[in-house]
């Protein structure tokens, strides 16, 4: 029901701008004689239409799909934008949920000669202090040890979230929780071992609860700040 109400709204908003935006273009733009003072001032009324023109275009969902024009273009049946063009902006709302893209995969399984070719999406948020990064790419050539091994890198979607010095990396294998700044290229790096192999003593230091079922089957972890 409500999905019907904001279409039909955004039908009739449409509809009155189009109208405005043909009686501008018939009557002033495209009429001969017009100095060239009134011109520049229908041209720029004409231009702040357009914008109002992109800005209801966000809000359509092209509920009613698409049709296709002379030039064998497809464009929506109610905003009349072309499918599949990047969008310069986004509109999200106020209050409420908000939602960005689609989720994405890696979606070819021919390795690329560079991770710029390889590159699906790279997109970043800073969202009310919390920082939000996803990494979506195929498989790509890389090298290691100054350029001495060539490597395939695998195809990966990587999700990173960063907030007060901690980081939650997640790809398609791993969940990876880093706690304070990363270390400098050169210096030692930090020790890994599953749990299992740190003697009793040692696990005093590490401030993590385990969580299972009664099959002892892990369902997750909470660590002590």
Known sequence: MKKEIEKKRLKKELKSLFRSMDYVSDNYLNKEGIDDKELEVFANIYQQLGMAWEFLGLQCRHWDGYKKTRDKKEVCKICGKVRDVDETHILLPVKGHKKIG?????????????????????????FHGANLKVDVHNSYKSNLFKKELDVNMAAERIVRLKESGIECSID?????????????????????????????????????????????????????R
């Not at 290229?185 to 009793?200: I, M, Q």
């Open 102 to 126: 689609r989720k994405k995969m890696p979606d070819s399984k021919k390795t690329f000669r560079t991770k710029k070719e390889a590159k699906i999406l790279y997109d970043s948020i800073d």
């Open 172 to 224: 398609q294998h791993t969940i990876n929780i880093r706690i304070g700044p990363r270390k400098e290229k050169g210096t030692k790096p930090d020790y890994g071992n599953f749990a299992f192999e740190l003697k009793k003593k040692d696990l005093k230091h590490f401030p993590v609860l385990f969580k299972f079922d009664d099959n002892f089957k892990f369902s997750g972890l909470t660590i002590l």
